[in-house]
């Protein structure tokens, strides 16, 4: 039978598709029977291929592959993507287990670092540091746990010159700030509370030198003011009598020279008043009784003498005192001792008197410090024309000390400080820092002097120095290790290797 007989010979009726005979199909719906044909067909394809991909893809544990099996892993990562890794297998809270990172796999540090120049490559590496930064150097080329090659360190780079070396974008996190150093005068005020007190030298008493008797007491009372010469009281005294005859006697007998001048000088160490001998002098008459007037203009601060009262040598009758200058004793903490000097100008504010202030002298700077407060009394003498201070008042000082004279200064915040040692951080520009250790002075205004270390054309770190200071620790740390693993790779090398041991 040929081919085009059998194609044109009718199908058997007995095939039914659908419920109908083969013969009986129209062509739509033999369109649709290839349709369904096709789709079932990619379908049975697509699932064969992603059953293959699968297979191959996934291993017994559900991420290695078929291949990795003979790989050792570099580290393992999160599976979330977080920034943990571990140097062994590891499960996350999750139960998940943690992506092994292999060779091949590892990101590459070669595309951010850059290429080593031929300079580089002709120099002399001294050691290899940590990455990460931490003191950990070796002696040969090295990998971190991460997997992460140790940086090399070359001869040179490293210079022992004591700077700081800093990426612009490491000083701009940080914050810090320079000032160019300057002259300026450094004044500061301390402040000290005191009391205003009597001037010694101001205070005189009133008492005979000799036994007598008050005879009367002027109308003056304690509180009162008097003047130089004003009568207090009336005196009479056997003694002082007996010298008036004396001395009327000889001017009487017209005698002169040493003779009339002794019997005078006898009057005169019996503190007789002048205006007293004077009148005797004048009148030739000894007076039952004598005047006794006031040493000094000032307040009577004790009235001791009553009318008729007997009064032996010495006892004190009145006791006088001139606040038109008093005496400001402060208390000044012993830090600020050193900046104290005598003539030292001082501003009084007294409690009593609001918005009043006065002026005066730094007098005396008193030897010894109150062992209690660890304070020292200093002395300041104050003019009072109004007596408007008075004894006892509280008040408020301060004292203006420093020079109007510039001298180098630099601001407090620019200074590191360790107790036993300060020092500042020099700028030299292009993100290189040098710590200076300096000499200071006075302080005041919120700037410090510096005697030595330091120059005008010097710029100092003021703010984020603190974090330079810890960056120029660390590296110093560094350069130690590295030395100490130089030395150690040099003793090795050194070292026979028959002597290693026995086996």
Same mark, same amino acid.
């Given at each position: 039978?040929?081919?085009?007989?059998?194609?044109?010979?009718?199908?058997?009726?007995?095939?039914?598709?659908?419920?109908?005979?083969?013969?009986?199909?129209?062509?739509?719906?033999?369109?649709?029977?290839?349709?369904?044909?096709?789709?079932?067909?990619?379908?049975?394809?697509?699932?064969?291929?992603?059953?293959?991909?699968?297979?191959?893809?996934?291993?017994?544990?559900?991420?290695?592959?078929?291949?990795?099996? !003979?790989?050792?892993?570099?580290?393992?990562?999160?599976?979330?993507?977080?920034?943990?890794?571990?140097?062994?297998?590891?499960?996350?809270?999750?139960?998940?287990?943690?992506?092994?990172?292999?060779?091949?796999?590892?990101?590459?540090?070669?595309?951010?670092?850059?290429?080593?120049?031929?300079?580089?490559?002709?120099?002399?590496?001294?050691?290899?540091?940590?990455?990460?930064?931490?003191?950990?150097?070796?002696?040969?080329?090295?990998?971190?746990?991460?997997?992460?090659?140790?940086?090399?360190?070359?001869?040179?780079?490293?210079?022992?010159?004591?700077?700081?070396?800093?990426?612009?974008?490491?000083?701009?996190?940080?914050?810090?700030?320079?000032?160019?150093?300057?002259?300026?005068?450094?004044?500061?005020?301390?402040?000290?509370?005191?009391?205003?007190?009597?001037?010694?030298?101001?205070?005189?008493?009133?008492?005979?030198?000799?036994?007598?008797?008050?005879?009367?007491?002027?109308?003056?009372?304690?509180?009162?003011?008097?003047?130089?010469?004003?009568?207090?009281?009336?005196?009479?005294?056997?003694?002082?009598?007996?010298?008036?005859?004396?001395?009327?006697?000889?001017?009487?007998?017209?005698?002169?020279?040493?003779?009339?001048?002794?019997?005078?000088?006898?009057?005169?160490?019996?503190?007789?008043?002048?205006?007293?001998?004077?009148?005797?002098?004048?009148?030739?008459?000894?007076?039952?009784?004598?005047?006794?007037?006031?040493?000094?203009?000032?307040?009577?601060?004790?009235?001791?003498?009553?009318?008729?009262?007997?009064?032996?040598?010495?006892?004190?009758?009145?006791?006088?005192? !001139?606040?038109?200058?008093?005496?400001?004793?402060? !208390?000044?903490?012993?830090?600020?001792?050193?900046?104290?000097?005598?003539?030292?100008?001082?501003?009084?504010?007294?409690?009593?008197?609001?918005?009043?202030?006065?002026?005066?002298?730094?007098?005396?700077?008193?030897?010894?410090?109150?062992?209690?407060?660890?304070?020292?009394?200093?002395?300041?003498?104050?003019?009072?024309?109004?007596?408007?201070?008075?004894?006892?008042?509280?008040?408020?000082?301060?004292?203006?000390?420093?020079?109007?004279?510039?001298?180098?200064?630099?601001?407090?915040?620019?200074?590191?400080?360790?107790?036993?040692?300060?020092?500042?951080?020099?700028?030299?520009?292009?993100?290189?820092?040098?710590?200076?250790?300096?000499?200071?002075?006075?302080?005041?205004?919120?700037?410090?002097?510096?005697?030595?270390?330091?120059?005008?054309?010097?710029?100092?770190?003021?703010?984020?120095?603190?974090?330079?200071?810890?960056?120029?620790?660390?590296?110093?740390?560094?350069?130690?290790?590295?030395?100490?693993?130089?030395?150690?790779?040099?003793?090795?090398?050194?070292?026979?290797?028959?002597?290693?041991?026995?086996?």
């Amino acid at each position: 039978m040929s081919r085009g007989a059998l194609l044109n010979e009718s199908p058997d009726p007995r095939i039914q598709i659908f419920g109908a005979p083969w013969c009986a199909l129209t062509g739509d719906a033999m369109n649709t029977l290839r349709l369904l044909a096709t789709i079932t067909l990619g379908a049975a394809i697509g699932l064969g291929c992603y059953w293959l991909v699968e297979k191959s893809t996934r291993s017994p544990h559900g991420y290695f592959t078929a291949a990795a099996a !003979d790989r050792t892993p570099l580290y393992y990562r999160d599976p979330s993507g977080a920034p943990f890794w571990s140097a062994g297998p590891k499960k996350d809270s999750q139960g998940r287990d943690f992506i092994p990172i292999y060779d091949d796999e590892a990101p590459s540090l070669d595309k951010s670092a850059p290429k080593q120049t031929a300079a580089e490559g002709s120099r002399k590496i001294l050691y290899y540091r940590n990455p990460m930064g931490l003191p950990d150097t070796s002696p040969v080329p090295k990998t971190d746990s991460m997997g992460m090659d140790y940086v090399p360190v070359y001869e040179g780079g490293d210079t022992d010159d004591g700077l700081v070396k800093l990426s612009p974008g490491k000083i701009q996190r940080t914050g810090a700030k320079s000032e160019r150093v300057a002259k300026r005068p450094i004044n500061s005020l301390v402040r000290a509370p005191g009391t205003v007190q009597e001037d010694e030298r101001r205070v005189s008493v009133v008492a005979l030198r000799f036994e007598g008797f008050v005879e009367s007491v002027a109308d003056v009372t304690t509180g009162d003011h008097v003047h130089k010469g004003q009568p207090l009281m009336n005196v009479y005294s056997p003694a002082l009598s007996s010298a008036a005859a004396e001395y009327l006697s000889a001017l009487n007998a017209g005698a002169t020279g040493k003779e009339l001048k002794g019997a005078r000088r006898r009057l005169e160490n019996l503190a007789t008043p002048e205006p007293a001998i004077r009148d005797l002098e004048r009148t030739r008459e000894i007076a039952l009784s004598i005047q006794w007037p006031a040493p000094q203009d000032g307040e009577i601060l004790q009235r001791n003498a009553v009318n008729g009262m007997r009064a032996g040598p010495g006892d004190v009758l009145f006791r006088i005192a !001139d606040h038109r200058v008093v005496w400001v004793v402060i !208390d000044v903490a012993e830090r600020d001792l050193a900046q104290v000097k005598v003539g030292t100008h001082v501003t009084i504010r007294p409690r009593a008197l609001p918005g009043q202030t006065f002026t005066g002298t730094v007098s005396l700077i008193y030897p010894h410090l109150n062992a209690q407060t660890r304070t020292a009394r200093i002395r300041i003498e104050a003019p009072n024309p109004d007596e408007l201070l008075r004894p006892e008042m509280y008040v408020d000082a301060e004292i203006e000390t420093g020079s109007q004279d510039p001298v180098l200064a630099v601001p407090e915040s620019a200074v590191l400080d360790s107790g036993t040692r300060q020092a500042v951080l020099i700028d030299k520009g292009e993100g290189r820092f040098e710590p200076r250790e300096v000499k200071l002075g006075r302080r005041g205004g919120g700037y410090v002097e510096v005697k030595e270390g330091v120059s005008d054309s010097d710029a100092v770190v003021t703010s984020a120095n603190f974090l330079i200071d810890a960056e120029s620790n660390l590296k110093a740390a560094l350069k130690s290790f590295g030395e100490t693993g130089a030395a150690a790779s040099q003793s090795d090398s050194a070292t026979p290797s028959g002597m290693g041991g026995h086996k």
